[in-house]
Structures are given as structure tokens and as C-alpha cells.
């Protein structure tokens, strides 16, 4: 059974930087398809990054140059280094994979909804 535990939440001032982990088990692709997405306190919940099986990463444009999304294949663990962070990153942040057989690109991997597998996410708060 795959399991997905993020860690590394917390709160920071506008401007700061946070970074993110997600340790995943019981998955057995070696490059697996993952990504982050959040749920902010007003917001819908919105894909942030995800990065496939070549390890390209893909962001949304509201993160773009500003988080860069990682993985450890060794480690088996994904990471989200966040940097100049604003209050409206604001949100719970999930950690998600999909195993090999899912289609992984866009539109698919910008939409929570889509990823099978997903951890019980970690809160990130920016104050201003």
C-alpha cells in the first residue's frame, strides 16, 4: 500500500522560504509520477508542481521561479523548496503520486482530483 507523509510545514513571514518533504513507501516505480497541491483557506484546491518519470518539473504560474519542486529517487522522497513566499501560498500543501500505467502530463497532473495516491498534507502559513 503506498503511503505519502509530507513534513516540513510551518509558519514564516512574507518573504520567507520553507521546504517541503514528502517520504513515500510500499511504491515500487522508480521514477514514479508525483506532485504537490493545496488547499488554501478560501481557495479551491490547486495543483502547485508535479514532476514525471524523466524528473521535468511543471509549475503553476502563481509558483513559477519562485518553488522548485525535487526528487531523491534513492530516498524515495519528493521535495518542494519554497522561497519569497506571500501570504496567499497560505494553505495545506499534499503530497501525491500516481502509479506508471497514469498518463503523466498536463492536464491531469494539475488537477488534485486526479492523483490516486495522496498523503494527509502539511500546513504552510505566511503572514505579511
Known amino acids: 500500500q503506498v503511503q505519502l507523509v509530507e513534513s516540513g510545514g510551518g509558519s514564516v513571514q512574507a518573504g520567507g522560504s520553507l521546504r517541503l518533504s514528502c517520504a513515500a513507501s510500499?511504491?515500487?516505480?522508480?521514477?514514479?509520477?508525483m506532485g504537490w497541491f493545496r488547499q488554501g483557506p478560501v481557495k479551491e484546491r490547486e495543483g502547485v508542481a508535479y514532476?514525471?518519470?524523466?524528473?521535468?518539473?511543471t509549475y503553476a504560474d502563481s509558483v513559477k521561479g519562485r518553488f522548485t519542486i525535487s526528487r531523491d529517487n534513492a530516498k524515495n522522497t519528493l521535495f518542494l523548496q519554497m522561497n519569497s513566499l506571500r501570504p496567499e501560498d497560505s494553505a495545506l500543501y499534499y503530497c501525491?503520486?500516481?502509479?506508471?500505467?497514469?498518463?503523466?502530463?498536463?492536464?491531469?497532473?494539475?488537477?488534485?482530483?486526479?492523483?490516486?495516491?495522496r498523503g494527509q498534507g502539511t500546513q504552510v502559513t505566511v503572514s505579511s
Open positions: 501525491a503520486a500516481a502509479p506508471p500505467q497514469f498518463p503523466c502530463r498536463l492536464p491531469y497532473t494539475m488537477l488534485p482530483d486526479w492523483w490516486p495516491y
Open positions: 510500499g511504491y515500487s516505480a522508480s521514477s514514479p509520477c
Open positions: 514532476i514525471d518519470h524523466n524528473g521535468l518539473p
